[in-house]
């Protein structure tokens, strides 16, 4: 039996070392003695990051519901799969055992194949958390229908912009979602957004909210009338390892999102090997991720890993805030959770709340506390370790990406010590490297430099859809025979990284990575706007919020500058969402840019932070006479 639950430190240096001398011999182990393959491989990995290309477990053939599913039934049927808890407390919640999900899978994917989908065929997935979505991406999945989900607090443009990118040839969605005290009316946005979308032929729409929705005639279905007529057995297709499973839409620094392709073969090993190690995960625990599946967290974190291992996952549909700040600690007591996994920003948010919100609520049941997303500050550490944990659960602090498919760098609870603020060790498989600016890698111990790693893992994303040159210049063309993280990171002495944030023009908000681009061309399209420039700025609750420095087309522009504002935010919302809306908007005359004309964002994080004592040399500037100006005017509250 190869080491599948790594136990303790010397085991998981043990576990990691033999992973890096024969990481092929290491993965071929885990993929054979874990999961079910129809046909085994002809070679474990062939790699070129030149190119780049890299496959894993080529020639295999497998089905991942077969995995997540089937292989489940005979020792878990009755087992829950998903537990999930609704919008409302006063709502009862529900639980899917792996026999139903089995049923339920089969009838969904049996309706996408009767409405014309086949393999290889692109499925947008548009949905609230409810069981409906984890679902269709199995169902999905099943038939090897490619998976787009968009996560449901997307505007219209931006789910047009995405369903567009991959030829999506169906939507699935619902007529409006829960949230808090709100409805979002998701088929109203859905309309709106196939405006602009020809490729669409059919959209199956899930009742949930029971409000009024407009049905166009013959492209859009009621899907539960479609299920009751469906059989419930499916046979899934037979996938090869390196098939596509999913596209997840990322934003960059540059041009549209980019479309992360994962492939079913590694992406499953992956996927379910973090998954274990990471949460500890027993048989009877009940695990529960805050994510939604709209986000890579969601897709490797509530559906794929938990259930490729057999486990109980708790799927919620609402927000931590409501009906009070005290939800997620009742649904902890309430369901008896046992891993509990969320990000940064909301524990920041819930620990500005009452303390009695957390103390009123029996959390013994937890073992395991984890965090995503971005880094985690030392307050919110504390505050999760001491009123969460009891000071009894070890914080795995998770770094990793859409690209990378799985957890790369995360302490292993009750194995790994923690310190607070460090993502510490690699996984197995894993091999990080730190990179000075001139290319060289930086060896030893107390440095930092530019995290990239040297070598491929099974859950590494293979191309960015339709652009594979575009995957190659953002990810292998800054270090030579790398993969490029786009992050910071410090080594310590024992070895343990930190990551100090993004190097490049990304911004994390909330811990979703908003690219600077698309909310700058979004700002742009406004009548009286002629440049901008947005970055990100310390928040005490969203990580970073969004600072934006506009340059109206006519100087002296007479209008008032707080409707401007409005209306810029307005124009955000519409093309990408109310996550991407600023903060703090300063008109400016000018933005501080190089000789070749590009906008040194570097000098405008300092300003929007407020410290603005060392901007650096500034002389090679084109314009440094408006520096001063923007640094008179900055915003300070
Ligand atoms: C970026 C990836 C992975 C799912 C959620 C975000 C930042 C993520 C951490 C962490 C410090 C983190 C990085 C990364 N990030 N987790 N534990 N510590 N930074 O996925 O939207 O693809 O964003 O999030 O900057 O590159 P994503």
Request: hydrophobic letters at 35%.
């Amino acid at each position: 039996m190869s080491n599948y639950h790594i136990k303790n430190l010397e085991e998981y240096y043990q576990i990691y070392r033999k992973s890096v001398r024969d990481p092929e011999n290491f993965w071929s182990e885990i993929a054979e003695e874990h999961f079910t393959w129809r046909k085994k491989w002809d070679r474990v990995l062939e790699w070129d990051f030149k190119k780049p290309e890299v496959k894993w477990f080529a020639g295999g053939k497998l089905n991942i519901t077969e995995n997540c599913i089937d292989r489940h039934l005979l020792t878990k049927g009755d087992k829950t799969a998903i537990l999930w808890e609704p919008n409302s407390p006063d709502e009862p919640a529900v639980k899917i055992s792996y026999k139903e999900l089995h049923e339920r899978v089969g009838r969904f994917a049996n309706v996408l194949r009767e409405q014309g989908i086949a393999k290889g065929d692109r499925v947008c997935i548009y949905l609230p958390m409810i069981p409906e979505l984890a679902i269709a991406v199995l169902a999905c999945a099943r038939i090897g229908a490619i998976h787009s989900v968009v996560f449901a607090g997307f505007s219209s443009t931006a789910l047009a912009t995405r369903i567009n990118d991959s030829d999506c040839k169906m939507v699935i969605t619902a007529d409006g979602g829960f949230r808090g005290a709100k409805t979002i009316g998701l088929k109203a946005i859905v309309d709106e957004g196939l405006t602009q979308c020809d490729g669409v032929e059919k959209v199956l729409v899930v009742k949930r909210t029971g409000e009024d929705v407009h049905m166009h005639k013959g492209r859009d279905l009621w899907l539960q009338p479609l299920l009751d007529e469906a059989y419930s057995r499916c046979d899934p297709e037979v996938m090869d390892a390196e098939d596509p499973l999913f596209i997840l839409y990322t934003s960059g620094s540059t041009g549209k999102p980019k479309g992360m392709m994962h492939t079913c073969g590694g992406y499953m090993v992956y996927s379910a090997y973090t998954f274990k190690n990471i949460f500890q995960y027993k048989d009877d625990d009940v695990y529960w991720c805050t994510a939604d599946i709209g986000w890579i967290t969601g897709h490797s974190y509530i559906v794929y890993g938990p259930l490729a291992n057999g486990a109980t996952t708790l799927m919620f549909e609402g927000v931590p805030s409501h009906p009070d700040y005290g939800r997620f600690w009742e649904i902890v007591e309430k369901h008896k959770v046992n891993q509990f996994y969320t990000a940064p920003t909301a524990i920041r948010a819930l620990a500005k709340e009452k303390l009695d919100y957390v103390d009123r609520y029996d959390l013994s049941s937890l073992k395991v506390l984890g965090t995503v997303g971005e880094p985690i500050n030392e307050e919110a550490w504390h505050w999760y370790n001491d009123n969460v944990g009891n000071n009894k659960c070890p914080i795995t602090d998770t770094w990793w990406q859409t690209e990378t498919g799985g957890i790369m760098i995360a302490p292993i609870p009750y194995a790994t010590p923690t310190i607070p603020t460090y993502a510490t060790l690699p996984l197995p498989g894993v091999q990080p490297a730190l990179m000075d600016e001139k290319g060289e890698e930086i060896n030893g111990n107390l440095v930092s430099g530019r995290l990239c790693i040297k070598f491929p893992w099974p859950g590494m994303a293979r191309t960015i859809w339709g652009d594979h040159e575009r995957y190659r210049t953002t990810y292998f063309s800054g270090f030579e025979n790398m993969y490029f993280t786009g992050d910071g990171a410090l080594r310590d002495a024992v070895g343990y990284y930190r990551i100090t944030g993004r190097v490049d023009d990304v911004v994390i908000v909330s811990g979703h990575n908003l690219g600077t681009a698309p909310i700058e061309d979004a700002i742009n399209e406004h009548p009286a706007v002629a440049e901008s420039a947005i970055v990100g700025f310390p928040h005490p609750v969203k990580g970073n919020a969004l600072y934006g420095f506009v340059i109206l087309k006519e100087v002296g522009e007479s209008r008032d500058r707080t409707n401007l504002s409005k209306e810029i935010n307005q124009q955000i919302t519409e093309h990408i969402g109310p996550i991407a809306k600023l903060d703090k908007v300063q008109f400016v005359p000018g933005l501080p840019k190089t000789r070749s004309g590009k906008i040194m964002r570097r000098i405008l994080r300092k300003i929007a932070s407020g410290d603005d004592s060392s901007l650096g040399d500034i002389s090679t500037l084109l314009n440094p006479e408006v520096v001063e100006a923007i640094k008179e005017g900055v915003i300070k509250t």
